[in-house]
């Protein structure tokens, strides 16, 4: 049976890789951080979601251990059936400190997370309302759901109050929305969402994975960025990306919301809880942000002057309120051209092209740091021009 079942596998994979959209990795030989090995060579990093810069955090690592020296390796279990850890529940506590919120749930990943959030909480009689380029895990949740399904335009306020119009005759309506869009950087516009959810009496939830820790002067997210701290029904997000990098992720929210995910969220019920380690190292990563807002100013000072910088030496940038810039370049093979340049200098970024954004909108996406120092930032952008003048796209 597998010579059939592998002849077509290898017809796929031909093809994939026809379509140029094959997907190789590198292999990082260091530790992740502004500065990483690749094949035995010193490299930049601007491809990374490391925000904060807080992957290699020497405090963090400290926290690690002594977690797992306090608390063990792992858990071996589910928590309603062996329970939990005392670190569990205060890195619960620690996030909703964070976010303003009432209650917090753990999961192995936000893709859990979101994966586990519609299902126990909606029926066929609701309605989602969610937006076009959300997360995979999102779009991965609410096929779960049976709940009717509404597709909004990006950020479009004017499609989302159609659909829910649309939607008006459904028992409870949700919005849901990424804080920031990875692609175009962009930050959701949570004041007009929550203005039209007040008006069709609708609820929202968003997605932070990408602007917690980044967007609003103290890094709290959108609901920060728009004065709406606590009042949003439903947050997720994670611990992979700028809270620190290992794994882990949590809804957030209003508390009844967050006691029926205990008692029927599946990817909570039937998967492994967050080991002692990374649930330690949570723990201090959360004091850390409450003792200082220093790597989120650095953060926002190093994307400003990258952007300005760019933009000064006539690149084209989409406007962004994240740590995400989005270097347009609109032609599929110059994206790919470019980004293997910028490689050969040693600066990682990625190209990213049709099918993951629009036909011709392929672009450079950049992604800032608080790990990076100026001259690096200096040496990205100086490596950005020589190849930009090089293949064309600027004088
Ligand atoms: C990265 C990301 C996720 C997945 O997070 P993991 O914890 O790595 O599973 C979910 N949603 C959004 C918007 C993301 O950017």
């Given at each position: 049976?597998?010579?059939?079942?592998?002849?077509?596998?290898?017809?796929?994979?031909?093809?994939?890789?026809?379509?140029?959209?094959?997907?190789?990795?590198?292999?990082?030989?260091?530790?992740?951080?502004?500065?990483?090995?690749?094949?035995?060579?010193?490299?930049?990093?601007?491809?990374?979601?490391?925000?904060?810069?807080?992957?290699?955090?020497?405090?963090?690592?400290?926290?690690?251990?002594?977690?797992?020296?306090?608390?063990?390796?792992?858990?071996?279990?589910?928590?309603?059936?062996?329970?939990?850890?005392?670190?569990?529940?205060?890195?619960?506590?620690?996030?909703?400190?964070?976010?303003?919120?009432?209650?917090?749930?753990?999961?192995?990943?936000?893709?859990?997370?979101?994966?586990?959030?519609?299902?126990?909480?909606?029926?066929?009689?609701?309605?989602?309302?969610?937006?076009?380029?959300?997360?995979?895990?999102?779009?991965?949740?609410?096929?779960?759901?049976?709940?009717?399904?509404?597709?909004y335009a990006?950020a479009d306020m004017a499609d989302l109050e159609a659909q829910l119009?649309?939607?008006?005759?459904?028992?409870?309506?949700?919005?849901?929305?990424?804080?920031?869009?990875?692609?175009?950087?962009?930050?959701?516009?949570?004041?007009k969402?929550?203005?039209l959810?007040?008006?069709?009496?609708?609820?929202?939830?968003?997605?932070?994975?990408?602007?917690?820790?980044?967007?609003?002067?103290?890094?709290?997210?959108?609901?920060?960025?728009?004065?709406?701290?606590?009042?949003?029904?439903?947050?997720?997000?994670?611990?992979?990306?700028?809270?620190?990098?290992?794994?882990?992720?949590?809804?957030?929210?209003?508390?009844?919301?967050?006691?029926?995910?205990?008692?029927?969220?599946?990817?909570?019920?039937?998967?492994?809880?967050?080991?002692?380690?990374?649930?330690?190292?949570?723990?201090?990563?959360?004091?850390?942000?409450?003792?200082?807002?220093?790597?989120?100013?650095?953060?926002?000072?190093?994307?400003?002057?990258?952007?300005?910088?760019?933009?000064?030496?006539?690149?084209?940038?989409?406007?962004?309120?994240?740590?995400?810039?989005?270097?347009?370049?609109?032609?599929?093979?110059?994206?790919?051209?470019?980004?293997?340049?910028?490689?050969?200098?040693?600066?990682?970024?990625?190209?990213?092209?049709?099918?993951?954004?629009?036909?011709?909108?392929?672009?450079?996406?950049?992604?800032?740091?608080?790990?990076?120092?100026?001259?690096?930032?200096?040496?990205?952008?100086?490596?950005?021009?020589?190849?930009?003048?090089?293949?064309?796209?600027?004088?």
């Amino acid at each position: 049976m597998y010579n059939k079942f592998q002849d077509y596998l290898k017809q796929e994979l031909a093809q994939i890789e026809a379509d140029g959209l094959y997907k190789n990795e590198r292999i990082i030989e260091s530790a992740q951080g502004a500065e990483i090995i690749v094949k035995g060579k010193k490299c930049l990093n601007f491809c990374a979601n490391n925000y904060l810069g807080l992957a290699d955090n020497p405090q963090l690592i400290e926290a690690a251990k002594k977690g797992m020296d306090a608390r063990g390796f792992g858990m071996s279990s589910v928590r309603f059936i062996c329970g939990c850890q005392d670190l569990h529940k205060e890195l619960e506590a620690k996030i909703s400190e964070f976010f303003g919120t009432e209650d917090t749930i753990l999961y192995a990943a936000c893709f859990d997370a979101n994966g586990g959030v519609f299902e126990p909480l909606l029926g066929a009689e609701d309605a989602i309302i969610s937006d076009a380029l959300n997360h995979a895990s999102i779009i991965d949740g609410v096929r779960l759901c049976k709940a009717q399904r509404f597709r909004y335009a990006n950020a479009d306020m004017a499609d989302l109050e159609a659909q829910l119009q649309a939607a008006k005759d459904c028992r409870f309506k949700l919005i849901v929305t990424d804080g920031v869009f990875s692609m175009d950087g962009n930050v959701c516009p949570l004041d007009k969402i929550y203005e039209l959810a007040q008006k069709y009496d609708a609820m929202v939830m968003v997605d932070e994975s990408h602007s917690a820790g980044v967007v609003g002067v103290t890094g709290r997210g959108v609901t920060e960025r728009f004065n709406l701290k606590g009042q949003i029904e439903i947050i997720t997000g994670t611990l992979g990306k700028a809270f620190g990098g290992a794994m882990g992720g949590f809804t957030t929210g209003k508390k009844e919301i967050i006691d029926m995910l205990r008692q029927r969220s599946r990817p909570y019920l039937f998967s492994n809880s967050m080991a002692p380690g990374l649930v330690a190292a949570g723990i201090r990563m959360f004091e850390m942000m409450s003792e200082t807002n220093e790597l989120q100013d650095k953060l926002h000072a190093n994307t400003e002057y990258f952007i300005r910088e760019m933009v000064a030496k006539g690149f084209d940038c989409k406007p962004s309120e994240s740590a995400i810039c989005a270097v347009m370049l609109y032609d599929a093979p110059l994206s790919q051209k470019f980004a293997a340049r910028m490689q050969d200098e040693g600066i990682f970024v990625t190209g990213f092209y049709y099918p993951v954004v629009p036909k011709g909108q392929a672009r450079i996406r950049v992604q800032i740091s608080a790990a990076h120092e100026k001259e690096h930032l200096d040496k990205c952008i100086n490596a950005f021009v020589k190849i930009g003048q090089e293949l064309g796209v600027i004088k």
